[in-house]
């Protein structure tokens, strides 16, 4: 098995390794912290990240530095840093982990965000049913803020930023991060429409910057080793770094593995994830979290960043990858995430609300061999009409497992219907008799 | 800061060109040219929501359709709202919003007024949609409103109506995705003002007036269009009929100085109208009995009676009182026939209470008898004061402009007011104010003294003013010294440090309005505590600026119309000096006869010759003393005492009760003529059904 260097997951894979602001300072942890925090003014550590090429683990992909970029540069008032731990997506657990067995990485990559981008207030959102790792949260934030890490007057530097944890209330739609902020301001958890763009009106109403947990967890190791360091790794110029990968489903170990960007899903689930569970072989798999469309055994030899993921026909999204054997049925796997896709529709525009339920009470009927031929057109026909035409990207993700699974398995669709009528015209028959 | 902007851009719709203002929305930029852009969220008074996406259009160089109710028109941009990816868009959207609903038409009462049902005609759009629809039992929002979800678009519009307009927030979403539906927010039945906002603003059947269920088709109904009978804002109604009966009142979006908006008395309370106690035939008092009889009879009656008590007491034993709910035509004759027919200036209107406060007020200080400002100006104001209004109880729609500048336009608003600020769901404009000041109604003159002696000691007197009124300022200088903090202090409870930051804000204002409401215009010294609010504007430059004024609030519809038709003691129509020699003379010129030389009694001195034996007969239109005065004055057994009390009345009231005649009235339903709103607009009142009973308003008055 090629052997990586782990970076996100390094300290925690030590034995005995607990979290600590003791342990994560012994690793050699605030250092970067200690570099930046009165030496390099702020637009020098966006310059650094922007270099580092260091691209959102959220989903979306877009480049960190940029997105800081993005806040009005002469604004006086409060700015603010909102961290999205609202990790929901079917398949993915790596924020989960990343929080739970080393905060104080995450802590310091809010710091340095902090520092940048100039907010004295950072958020962070973290998914309701995560009550240890919001435990651990607050535990680090009370730990670093005694060491003096956290509050005003940091490292006597004369900075101050406040970190604050808030916990959702367990809906999917608060991932997205317009919906984290609604949310966040204690409304409901609704996606707004774009634009503006958070960072000119974002909490409050005042610039925001929403960043992922991994994605700040770059942070310290870009600042110490330096940004040319960070873009050397991965697939360069583009997918720079390493992504924590969550692989589940059919696999012989699954769980998180931090490979560099680029390697291949071969690699990752045969020779990391210890490969298939059985003697069955792959069948599908699913590359980047519920919302990303499946892929086949044809793309195992799809790199892992996200320019190859996207030529291929899906993304590389949040890092979950689902994998499943073959006699997986797909029509009720697409059914399972058609599921959660709707019990998770928010309810604000029309497409989604009425698509979500319109769509998996169509596929409920096709599984349960109720369903007619003409269902395949409409559920294309309604899955090309909520995409793009939705308030948020929830649109795009709710269609996906319908659409990926009737490209590639079309026939396990038209079995179910074939059954289906077949037992309609049995049913059928006395009534014709008669 | 805002909303005018002479900036324009130039962009196409359709192939055709226009130019707008920088900002307007696309689908409003689409109107312009006469496209209406299919729609159910978005509507011009709210803040773009996008989320029927039922308003796609292409846009030139986007790459997907865009929702024209979020998108702001830019330089050179091209829209198509009519291609056939447009037109499949719309359709493929609406077939989504159809999908859970019921296609219960036949029995919505919105049927023939439902924007969905007219896109689903436009469209003719089918649904394929073969499963099961969600399904929510039926809820009444109090005895006023139903809802029926099933029939919801989840458009939000009644939800952000509350909150955006109303600041009311008494609406939420509840659930989540097809489960959502619009209940009252938290778990309390419906708990609000009930300004039938929500009704009026729902595009389908999902919120409607149970005052008017299951009794028409809008098509069957027939519409006048007025002015509203309640308080002196003035708001066009459209009041819609169906066989002489009362079916339902409502407001056109945009229409009027209300523009579309109402209040709970507005537009819950027309039957008022209707009510079967209302006094159909004119009633003669026989033996102590009020007894049924004919006009010609209770004609012949009063006729009698006066010429009998004018022949042996003269014209002053008469008094005349009327309501400022009368049309300012009725107005005008009845201070006419006081004036004339009887000869005597004992005469008052309900603007006695208060309004005549603010009135004589602006009179003495600006010489003008109308606000100098308008409810635009309110909107466009950048600082507002607040006097004793507490307008969204008496003034709810000026209140709303009020609201309007506040959360839309970040205007300051100060307040000095008897109300506490309460987290409720009924709206307080003390929870807008930035600083607001808590007296009861006795000291409101203090804490506006204390508001002028901080402009003054604080150095924000307007240098122009100091020099172009150099005595002015050092008599008020003067004044104000001689009050001390202490004093102010202990008598409002208000630190000197609230005054100062007040004043600041107040002088700091481009464009200030001070209103002032019937707490203050009724209370003891309302006139003078008027004059200061004046000299707080005087002084800081802003009573002559532009936007800039004073405008004490109406309490009743027509009371500025009362004041401006003469319809009280001191003034002649037009709101003249009784005591002015070219006034009288004007006056005189035009009836042809000589006006009583006398000065006239107000309602209180009328009520006082009443009990004193002076004053034998009354004619009161429309006008309650027994129930509207306090016990003290007297007024019931004064009005006893009378040889002649004509009441004209549209119910038994306190006072018709004791009347020895009492002619039945028409109300606003039932007349023509017009009203005078509280910022001087005279607009057109139009009957939406014939008068009730006998009560012929043209013949109401002896002429």
């Given at each position: 098995?090629?052997?990586?260097?782990?970076?996100?997951?390094?300290?925690?894979?030590?034995?005995?390794?607990?979290?600590?602001?003791?342990?994560?300072?012994?690793?050699?942890?605030?250092?970067?912290?200690?570099?930046?925090?009165?030496?390099?003014?702020?637009?020098?550590?966006?310059?650094?990240?922007?270099?580092?090429?260091?691209?959102?683990?959220?989903?979306?992909?877009?480049?960190?530095?940029?997105?800081?970029?993005?806040?009005?540069?002469?604004?006086?008032?409060?700015?603010?840093?909102?961290?999205?731990?609202?990790?929901?997506?079917?398949?993915?657990?790596?924020?989960?982990?990343?929080?739970?067995?080393?905060?104080?990485?995450?802590?310091?990559?809010?710091?340095?965000?902090?520092?940048?981008?100039?907010?004295?207030?950072?958020?962070?959102?973290?998914?309701?049913?995560?009550?240890?790792?919001?435990?651990?949260?607050?535990?680090?934030?009370?730990?670093?803020?005694?060491?003096?890490?956290?509050?005003?007057?940091?490292?006597?530097?004369?900075?101050?930023?406040?970190?604050?944890?808030?916990?959702?209330?367990?809906?999917?739609?608060?991932?997205?991060?317009?919906?984290?902020?609604?949310?966040?301001?204690?409304?409901?958890?609704?996606?707004?429409?774009?634009?503006?763009?958070?960072?000119?009106?974002?909490?409050?109403?005042?610039?925001?910057?929403?960043?992922?947990?991994?994605?700040?967890?770059?942070?310290?190791?870009?600042?110490?080793?330096?940004?040319?360091?960070?873009?050397?790794?991965?697939?360069?110029?583009?997918?720079?770094?390493?992504?924590?990968?969550?692989?589940s489903g059919h696999v012989k170990q699954p769980?998180?593995?931090?490979?560099?960007?680029?390697?291949?899903?071969?690699?990752?689930?045969?020779?990391?994830?210890?490969?298939?569970?059985?003697?069955?072989?792959?069948?599908?798999?699913?590359?980047?979290?519920?919302?990303?469309?499946?892929?086949?055994?044809?793309?195992?030899?799809?790199?892992?960043?996200?320019?190859?993921?996207?030529?291929?026909?899906?993304?590389?999204?949040?890092?979950?990858?689902?994998?499943?054997?073959?006699?997986?049925?797909?029509?009720?796997?697409?059914?399972?995430?058609?599921?959660?896709f709707y019990h998770e529709s928010c309810g604000?525009?029309?497409?989604?609300?009425?698509?979500?339920?319109?769509?998996?009470?169509?596929?409920?009927?096709?599984?349960?061999?109720?369903?007619?031929?003409?269902?395949?057109?409409?559920?294309?026909?309604?899955?090309?009409?909520?995409?793009?035409?939705?308030?948020?990207?929830?649109?795009?993700?709710?269609?996906?497992?319908?659409?990926?699974?009737?490209?590639?398995?079309?026939?396990?669709?038209?079995?179910?219907?074939?059954?289906?009528?077949?037992?309609?015209?049995?049913?059928?028959?006395?009534?014709?008799?008669? | 800061?805002?909303?005018?902007?002479?900036?324009?851009?130039?962009?196409?719709?359709?192939?055709?060109?226009?130019?707008?203002?920088?900002?307007?929305?696309?689908?409003?930029?689409?109107?312009?040219?006469?496209?209406?852009?299919?729609?159910?969220?978005?509507?011009?008074?709210?803040?773009?929501?996008?989320?029927?996406?039922?308003?796609?259009?292409?846009?030139?160089?986007?790459?997907?359709?865009?929702?024209?109710?979020?998108?702001?028109?830019?330089?050179?941009?091209?829209?198509?709202?009519?291609?056939?990816?447009?037109?499949?868009?719309?359709?493929?959207?609406?077939?989504?919003?159809?999908?859970?609903?019921?296609?219960?038409?036949?029995?919505?009462?919105?049927?023939?007024?439902?924007?969905?049902?007219?896109?689903?005609?436009?469209?003719?759009?089918?649904?394929?949609?073969?499963?099961?629809?969600?399904?929510?039992?039926?809820?009444?929002?109090?005895?006023?409103?139903?809802?029926?979800?099933?029939?919801?678009?989840?458009?939000?519009?009644?939800?952000?109506?509350?909150?955006?307009?109303?600041?009311?927030?008494?609406?939420?979403?509840?659930?989540?995705?097809?489960?959502?539906?619009?209940?009252?927010?938290?778990?309390?039945?419906?708990?609000?003002?009930?300004?039938?906002?929500?009704?009026?603003?729902?595009?389908?059947?999902?919120?409607?007036?149970?005052?008017?269920?299951?009794?028409?088709?809008?098509?069957?109904?027939?519409?006048?269009?007025?002015?509203?009978?309640?308080?002196?804002?003035?708001?066009?109604?459209?009041?819609?009929?169906?066989?002489?009966?009362?079916?339902?009142?409502?407001?056109?979006?945009?229409?009027?100085?209300?523009?579309?908006?109402?209040?709970?008395?507005?537009?819950?309370?027309?039957?008022?109208?209707?009510?079967?106690?209302?006094?159909?035939?004119?009633?003669?008092?026989?033996?102590?009995?009020?007894?049924?009889?004919?006009?010609?009879?209770?004609?012949?009656?009063?006729?009698?009676?006066?010429?009998?008590?004018?022949?042996?007491?003269?014209?002053?034993?008469?008094?005349?009182?009327?309501?400022?709910?009368?049309?300012?035509?009725?107005?005008?004759?009845?201070?006419?026939?006081?004036?004339?027919?009887?000869?005597?200036?004992?005469?008052?209107?309900?603007?006695?209470?208060?309004?005549?406060?603010?009135?004589?007020?602006?009179?003495?200080?600006?010489?003008?008898?109308?606000?100098?400002?308008?409810?635009?100006?309110?909107?466009?104001?950048?600082?507002?004061?607040?006097?004793?209004?507490?307008?969204?109880?008496?003034?709810?729609?000026?209140?709303?402009?009020?609201?309007?500048?506040?959360?839309?336009?970040?205007?300051?608003?100060?307040?000095?007011?008897?109300?506490?600020?309460?987290?409720?769901?009924?709206?307080?404009?003390?929870?807008?104010?930035?600083?607001?000041?808590?007296?009861?109604?006795?000291?409101?003159?203090?804490?506006?003294?204390?508001?002028?002696?901080?402009?003054?000691?604080?150095?924000?007197?307007?240098?122009?003013?100091?020099?172009?009124?150099?005595?002015?300022?050092?008599?008020?200088?003067?004044?104000v010294e001689r009050l001390t903090w202490d004093?102010?202090?202990?008598?409002?409870?208000?630190?000197?440090?609230?005054?100062?930051?007040?004043?600041?804000?107040?002088?700091?204002?481009?464009?200030?309005?001070?209103?002032?409401?019937?707490?203050?215009?009724?209370?003891?010294?309302?006139?003078?505590?008027?004059?200061?609010?004046?000299?707080?504007?005087?002084?800081?430059?802003?009573?002559?600026?532009?936007?800039?004024?004073?405008?004490?609030?109406?309490?009743?519809?027509?009371?500025?119309?009362?004041?401006?038709?003469?319809?009280?003691?001191?003034?002649?129509?037009?709101?003249?000096?009784?005591?002015?020699?070219?006034?009288?003379?004007?006056?005189?010129?035009?009836?042809?006869?000589?006006?009583?030389?006398?000065?006239?009694?107000?309602?209180?001195?009328?009520?006082?010759?009443?009990?004193?034996?002076?004053?034998?007969?009354?004619?009161?239109?429309?006008?309650?003393?027994?129930?509207?005065?306090?016990?003290?004055?007297?007024?019931?057994?004064?009005?006893?005492?009378?040889?002649?009390?004509?009441?004209?009345?549209?119910?038994?009231?306190?006072?018709?009760?004791?009347?020895?005649?009492?002619?039945?009235?028409?109300?606003?339903?039932?007349?023509?003529?017009?009203?005078?709103?509280?910022?001087?607009?005279?607009?057109?009142?139009?009957?939406?059904?014939?008068?009730?009973?006998?009560?012929?308003?043209?013949?109401?008055?002896?002429?």
């Open positions: 098995m090629p052997k990586h260097e782990l970076i996100l997951l390094k300290n925690m894979m030590e034995p005995g390794y607990t979290g600590s602001l003791h342990d994560y300072e012994r690793a050699g942890g605030y250092q970067a912290l200690r570099k930046v925090v009165g030496k390099v003014p702020p637009a020098g550590v966006t310059g650094m990240v922007m270099k580092s090429g260091l691209r959102g683990r959220g989903g979306a992909g877009f480049p960190t530095g940029l997105k800081w970029n993005f806040l009005p540069k002469d604004y006086i008032g409060p700015k603010y840093l909102c961290c999205n731990a609202d990790e929901s997506e079917p398949g993915t657990f790596k924020d989960r982990q990343l929080i739970e067995r080393d905060p104080h990485q995450i802590l310091e990559g809010i710091l340095l965000a902090c520092y940048a981008i100039g907010s004295e207030t950072a958020y962070i959102y973290i998914r309701g049913e995560f009550v240890l790792g919001a435990k651990i949260l607050e535990q680090a934030i009370a730990e670093a803020r005694t060491a003096g890490y956290i509050g005003s007057n940091i490292l006597g530097a004369g900075i101050t930023v406040n970190v604050w944890v808030h916990r959702g209330a367990g809906a999917y739609i608060c991932g997205e991060e317009t919906a984290l902020l609604e949310s966040l301001e204690g409304k409901r958890g609704l996606p707004r429409f774009k634009p503006p763009f958070p960072a000119t009106n974002g909490l409050y109403n005042k610039p925001t910057v929403v960043n992922n947990i991994e994605t700040l967890a770059n942070l310290p190791h870009i600042v110490v080793r330096g940004p040319e360091w960070f873009a050397s790794i991965g697939s360069p110029p583009k997918s720079t770094g390493t992504r924590v990968f969550c692989v769980g998180n593995y931090e490979v560099p960007m680029g390697v291949t899903f071969r690699e990752l689930i045969y020779e990391h994830a210890g490969g298939m569970r059985s003697d069955k072989s792959l069948k599908a798999f699913i590359p980047g979290g519920a919302s990303a469309p499946f892929l086949t055994p044809n793309h195992l030899d799809v790199k892992l960043d996200f320019e190859s993921v996207a030529a291929a026909g899906s993304m590389l999204g949040s890092g979950g990858v689902t994998v499943m054997e073959e006699g997986t049925d797909i029509v009720w796997a697409a059914l399972r995430l058609m599921e959660f604000k525009c029309s497409p989604c609300r009425e698509g979500s339920s319109w769509l998996v009470q169509t596929m409920r009927r096709i599984v349960a061999k109720r369903g007619r031929m003409e269902d395949l057109e409409t559920l294309v026909d309604l899955c090309k009409n909520i995409e793009g035409r939705t308030v948020c990207a929830f649109g795009e993700a709710e269609v996906a497992p319908i659409m990926s699974t009737l490209k590639h398995w079309r026939s396990e669709y038209v079995t179910l219907i074939q059954e289906a009528e077949a037992a309609n015209l049995i049913k059928l028959e006395p009534a014709v008799r008669h | 800061m805002r909303k005018t902007t002479t900036e324009t851009v130039r962009l196409t719709i359709d192939g055709i060109s226009i130019s707008v203002p920088k900002g307007t929305l696309v689908i409003e930029a689409a109107r312009l040219v006469g496209v209406m852009v299919p729609h159910f969220c978005y509507h011009p008074k709210l803040k773009p929501d996008a989320n029927c996406r039922m308003c796609l259009v292409e846009v030139e160089r986007m790459p997907k359709l865009q929702t024209s109710c979020s998108t702001v028109a830019t330089e050179g941009m091209a829209v198509r709202t009519a291609t056939t990816v447009v037109h499949n868009a719309h359709k493929s959207v609406l077939e989504f919003i159809l999908a859970n609903h019921p296609l219960d038409c036949p029995v919505c009462d919105q049927g023939g007024k439902c924007d969905l049902q007219d896109f689903s005609h436009q469209y003719t759009a089918t649904s394929r949609f073969e499963e099961t629809k969600r399904i929510f039992q039926k809820e009444y929002f109090s005895p006023l409103i139903e809802t029926q979800m099933n029939r919801c678009v989840q458009c939000l519009r009644c939800v952000r109506y509350c909150d955006e307009v109303m600041d009311v927030k008494a609406l939420a979403p509840i659930g989540r995705g097809t489960m959502t539906e619009i209940k009252s927010f938290g778990a309390h039945p419906l708990d609000c003002e009930f300004c039938g906002g929500c009704v009026q603003i729902c595009p389908v059947g999902a919120i409607t007036s149970r005052l008017s269920m299951y009794e028409y088709r809008p098509w069957m109904l027939k519409r006048a269009d007025t002015v509203c009978m309640f308080c002196g804002d003035g708001c066009q109604i459209t009041v819609q009929t169906k066989d002489q009966e009362l079916i339902e009142v409502n407001s056109a979006q945009g229409a009027g100085r209300n523009s579309g908006d109402l209040c709970a008395r507005g537009f819950f309370g027309f039957r008022a109208a209707s009510h079967p106690s209302r006094v159909t035939h004119p009633l003669i008092r026989r033996n102590g009995v009020l007894v049924q009889a004919t006009w010609e009879e209770a004609l012949v009656f009063v006729a009698e009676q006066t010429n009998r008590l004018k022949l042996a007491h003269g014209p002053q034993a008469f008094g005349g009182l009327i309501s400022g709910r009368c049309t300012n035509e009725e107005l005008y004759l009845f201070q006419k026939f006081m004036r004339l027919t009887i000869g005597t200036n004992n005469l008052d209107s309900s603007a006695r209470y208060g309004h005549i406060n603010g009135v004589q007020a602006m009179r003495s200080v600006q010489g003008t008898h109308r606000w100098t400002v308008t409810f635009e100006d309110i909107v466009q104001a950048d600082v507002l004061l607040l006097v004793g209004t507490n307008i969204t109880e008496t003034n709810p729609i000026t209140g709303l402009k009020v609201k309007e500048a506040v959360k839309k336009y970040d205007a300051t608003l100060l307040t000095i007011e008897a109300i506490q600020p309460a987290v409720g769901t009924i709206s307080n404009i003390s929870n807008l104010s930035q600083q607001h000041v808590c007296v009861a109604p006795s000291q409101f003159g203090a804490a506006v003294l204390g508001l002028l002696k901080a402009i003054v000691e604080d150095n924000h007197v307007d240098s122009t003013i100091r020099q172009r009124m150099p005595d002015y300022v050092s008599a008020v200088s003067q004044a004093d102010l202090a202990l008598s409002t409870g208000v630190s000197r440090e609230s005054f100062v930051q007040m004043a600041a804000s107040l002088a700091g204002g481009r464009r200030v309005v001070a209103l002032a409401g019937q707490t203050l215009l009724r209370s003891q010294g309302g006139y003078g505590i008027c004059l200061n609010l004046m000299d707080l504007l005087l002084l800081t430059g802003r009573l002559t600026a532009q936007g800039c004024g004073f405008a004490p609030l109406a309490e009743e519809n027509n009371d500025q119309g009362a004041v401006e038709m003469g319809a009280v003691a001191a003034l002649l129509p037009g709101a003249l000096d009784l005591t002015d020699q070219d006034a009288r003379a004007q006056i005189t010129r035009v009836w042809k006869e000589d006006l009583p030389l006398a000065e006239g009694a107000t309602l209180i001195e009328m009520i006082d010759r009443a009990q004193a034996g002076i004053i034998k007969g009354l004619f009161v239109v429309g006008e309650n003393p027994v129930g509207s005065l306090p016990p003290q004055t007297g007024v019931k057994e004064a009005l006893g005492k009378l040889d002649l009390l004509v009441c004209q009345e549209l119910f038994l009231t306190e006072t018709a009760a004791l009347a020895h005649v009492v002619l039945p009235a028409a109300s606003a339903m039932e007349k023509a003529g017009t009203f005078t709103n509280t910022e001087g607009h005279v607009q057109a009142v139009r009957p939406a059904i014939n008068p009730v009973g006998r009560s012929a308003h043209r013949r109401s008055l002896p002429q």
